[in-house]
């Protein structure tokens, strides 16, 4: 405690230390719930447009249906805010504002709405001049800022980085995050700081980057099209020995909003990303209007199933590891565990556009699988049970064009062992231990 005293009575005088972490608990597996920006962008004409404009009305409008509509129930709970939230103008004493005209009861009341439906209420800022829309960024008003979020009861705050310099970064996205933890209130801290900085030519500092934010961008804004979802699925192909690593519990690469239920993908391409978000131990942040989504694609957003795999406890990012022709075989280490054995999610994706479904037909061995008593292994999408499999059996499924197949092969534990036995995993050590439990 004493420590703790000296270390504050420092950062009074000099600052925050580079080295204090957000450490906030929060989000062990990845932020689950709703996010206005890909759908709704910067839509500000409540006059013309009042069901589709960035305002109070809308957020209250999808919170409902994130409960009444069964979404909150499979884990969607950030309900959150994008750009185009605030006044051009800050208060007059100094406070960041809503557009009242927009939000005529303040972010306070919106974030009490959110939290009376047992959801959680997420913000927009930018650490710079404006945000990417030309409204008022932090530069300046740091610890300020981080305590109106507090005093609105904020839980999660999406700090973008437009209008500032991707090298001031290294400092200014950590000095937000100390305020904010400074404010005593825990909010999940979204950065854009890598993909910033990716941009501009530097190396981002990932040891830092990890310390302090429980999420993060690499790569584009995702839009409303197969090709763009295509690029980010190749963008984490590509560069997954380096992406990787830095995920695990609290801390998670952000590959982008859930597009599914808009305009620009089908019924297969939606699948394909739902299921290889969850592969990626991507946040599923759905940005879609959730008044006139069809049915199917409320249900792909609703397989608990991919969720699971998405929320395994675990936290390990999986990686692609097949491409050939067309066909990717995308893997993700989960529980259970036994022994040195993990259970695996394996997502077929067919990238080719001749057509007809193309099959693929492999061991369970060629896919890593190795464990000799074999794999419980069940189809997510089309919930068929395919029953244990030894790691010799060639399993064989028909992936349609840009589509995908997801499976799920737990390892089949031995009833006695399971019961007398308990195998964890550290991802920081990469060992499994198995403890023998008492046996009373
Ligand atoms: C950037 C972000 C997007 C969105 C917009 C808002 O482009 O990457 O996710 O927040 O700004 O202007």
């Known amino acids: 405690m004493a420590a703790a005293i000296v270390v504050l009575g420092l950062v009074a005088l000099v600052g925050p230390p580079a080295a204090l972490g957000l450490d906030n608990g929060l989000v062990r597996t990845p932020p689950m719930g709703w996010l206005a920006w890909e759908r709704f962008r910067c839509n500000t004409d ?22 009444s509509e069964g979404y909150s129930a499979v884990g969607y709970e950030y309900i959150n805010v994008d750009d185009c939230w605030l006044d051009k103008e800050r208060g007059a004493n100094g406070q960041l504002q809503p557009d009242y005209s927009r939000f005529p009861n303040g972010m306070r ?39 109106t979020f507090a005093s609105w009861n904020v839980d999660y705050v999406k700090l973008d980085g437009c209008y500032s310099h991707p090298k001031d970064m290294d400092r200014g996205y950590p000095e937000f995050g100390y305020f904010l933890n400074k404010t005593g209130r825990q909010m999940v801290y979204s950065c854009s700081w890598p993909v ?60 982008d909003m859930l597009i599914i239920g808009n305009f620009g993908l089908s019924y297969e391409q939606s699948k394909t990303q739902m299921a290889i978000w969850a592969i990626i131990a991507a946040p599923l942040l759905m940005s879609v209007d959730l008044r006139t989504i069809r049915p199917e694609f409320k249900a792909i957003l609703q397989n608990k199933g991919v969720i699971a795999v998405d929320q395994d406890p675990l936290g390990i990012q999986g990686r692609r590891i097949y491409k050939k022709s067309g066909i990717e075989i995308w893997s ?57 499999l030894s790691p010799e059996t060639k399993i064989k499924v028909k992936v349609n064009p840009s589509g995908v197949v997801i499976l799920r092969a737990n390892i089949h534990l031995p009833r006695f062992q399971s019961q007398n036995q308990k195998t964890v995993y550290d991802p920081y050590q990469h060992v499994f231990r198995t403890t023998a439990r008492p046996n009373f």
């Open 332 to 388: 993700r280490p989960i529980t259970p565990l036994q022994q040195n054995y993990f259970s695996y999610a394996v997502a077929f994706l067919n990238r080719r556009t001749d057509g007809t479904p193309s099959d693929v037909a492999v061991t369970l061995q060629e896919l890593g699988l190795a464990y000799p008593g074999g794999y419980a292994v069940e189809d997510l999408f089309e919930e068929v049970s395919y029953g244990v």
């Open 196 to 255: 910033y900085q990716i941009y501009a030519g530097i190396a981002p500092n990932f040891s830092s980057i990890i310390e302090h934010c429980n999420l993060w961008r690499n790569f584009d804004d995702i839009q409303d099209s197969w090709a763009s979802v295509e690029s980010v699925i190749d963008y984490y192909g590509d560069n997954q020995d380096a992406i990787i690593p830095n995920a695990g519990p609290g801390h998670w690469n952000d590959p």
């Open 109 to 147: 009341a919106l974030s009490d709405y959110v939290h009376r439906l047992g959801l959680k209420f997420g913000i927009y800022e930018d650490y710079g001049n404006y945000t990417c829309a030309g409204y008022p960024g932090i530069l300046g008003s740091l610890e300020l800022d981080a305590q």
């Open 46 to 67: 409540c006059k013309n447009d009042p069901e589709n404009c960035i305002s109070e009305r809308l957020f209250r409008t999808m919170a409902d249906l994130v409960v």
